[in-house]
């Protein structure tokens, strides 16, 4: 006869890490359930500049960190900004629309935090921090962050370090595509479906999410950053639809920073050959598109081609394209 199975010391398995959860698919409903539950919950890196700072003896730790020390600094700017709020004289911004004395000075206790943090790391001044504030949204605020060298050099170009109201979101009608957890998963799932570099795309460059201390890092939007010569259609290639706020988050120097409000469309996908074959017909021109398309539906009819459902798949997913656009094949 079969014993009876007990419970009591059953315990839930999670994710070690989000990374390949969050490459494969995106509008997850369950956040809050999964993700404060894992051990590791930072996607991403830091940036390159920072990274090479580091003898390779000791980068892994150096990075680690670094790490958490802006999460310390992103722990302090959430935590202080909200007391700040309650002060009856607080204001976000003066009288000339310029940051306040508030946001200023908060702005400057978290960069000496930040660098007395740093200071096991740093060589005894070989780098420093400046965090100055950037701008307010609906679920975070956004500051600049600089690293400069002993003389003042710039070591980097700055970045956005955008700190969260909050860690998780509880209200369903943005939980599955806004705030901390569903941006660092559309980020990561972006990045990996693209194939490429954001750098001439009309995107700024993710480099990292920390979910557990609700701050993300991005490339800076100024004067210097890359241009934008290749936009990306996001919604056509992806399948997903455009966030309603589009409207209110205005872009930056042609530059998008926000990348919160993505919904799967009826005909989302997130299988890698379906999108590599997909996007070989939507950014051919019309000369080579009947060149192209006769090749990849050879390969399709072929019973021997390797992933020959994906590939027709791909195929049907560029018919519906080019309906909805009233382009003939």
């Known amino acids: 006869m079969l014993g009876k199975i007990r419970?009591?010391?059953?315990?839930k398995c999670y994710p070690s890490r989000l990374k390949r959860m969050f490459q494969s698919n995106i509008n997850y409903r369950n956040y809050n359930a999964f993700v404060p539950n894992v051990k590791h919950a930072i996607v991403g890196?830091?940036?390159?500049?920072?990274?090479?700072?580091f003898p390779k003896e000791t980068r892994a730790q150096n990075i680690k960190t670094f790490q958490e020390a802006l999460g310390a600094t992103a722990e302090y700017l959430r935590e202080t900004y909200r007391k700040m709020q309650k002060d009856r004289d607080f204001k976000l911004l003066d009288e000339n629309y310029r940051p306040s004395k508030y946001i200023v000075g908060l702005a400057k206790k978290a960069g000496r935090k930040l660098n007395l943090q740093l200071a096991e790391i740093s060589g005894g001044g070989q780098f420093h921090a400046r965090i100055k504030y950037a701008g307010?949204?609906?679920f975070g605020n956004v500051y600049q962050l600089s690293l400069v060298d002993s003389e003042g050099n710039k070591l980097m170009h700055d970045k956005a370090l955008k700190v969260y109201h909050n860690l998780n979101e509880d209200f369903s009608e943005y939980k599955s595509s806004h705030n901390n957890y569903a941006e660092a998963n559309f980020w990561t799932f972006f990045k990996r479906a693209l194939g490429h570099s954001l750098d001439s795309s009309q995107f700024t460059k993710h480099y990292m999410s920390d979910m557990k201390n609700g701050y993300a890092i991005t490339e800076f939007i100024d004067p210097a950053i890359h241009k934008t010569?290749?936009?990306i259609h996001i919604c056509r290639l992806l399948h997903v639809t455009e966030p309603i706020d589009t409207k209110y988050n205005m872009s930056i120097m042609g530059k998008q920073?926000?990348?919160g409000g993505y919904e799967k469309a009826y005909n989302f996908t997130s299988?890698?050959?379906?999108l590599r074959y997909f996007k070989k017909l939507i950014h051919r021109s019309q000369k080579e598109l009947p060149r192209v398309l006769g090749k990849i539906e050879a390969l399709a009819q072929n019973p021997k081609t390797p992933h020959r459902d994906k590939i027709q798949q791909a195929l049907k997913l560029f018919k519906q394209h080019k309906r909805i656009n009233n382009q003939v094949l």
């Open 136 to 138: 307010h949204g609906g």
């Open 45 to 53: 890196n830091l940036p390159p500049e920072i990274i090479r700072l």
């Open 257 to 259: 920073y926000d990348i």
């Open 7 to 11: 419970f009591e010391n059953y315990e």
């Open 229 to 231: 010569t290749s936009p």
């Open 271 to 274: 299988d890698k050959v379906v």
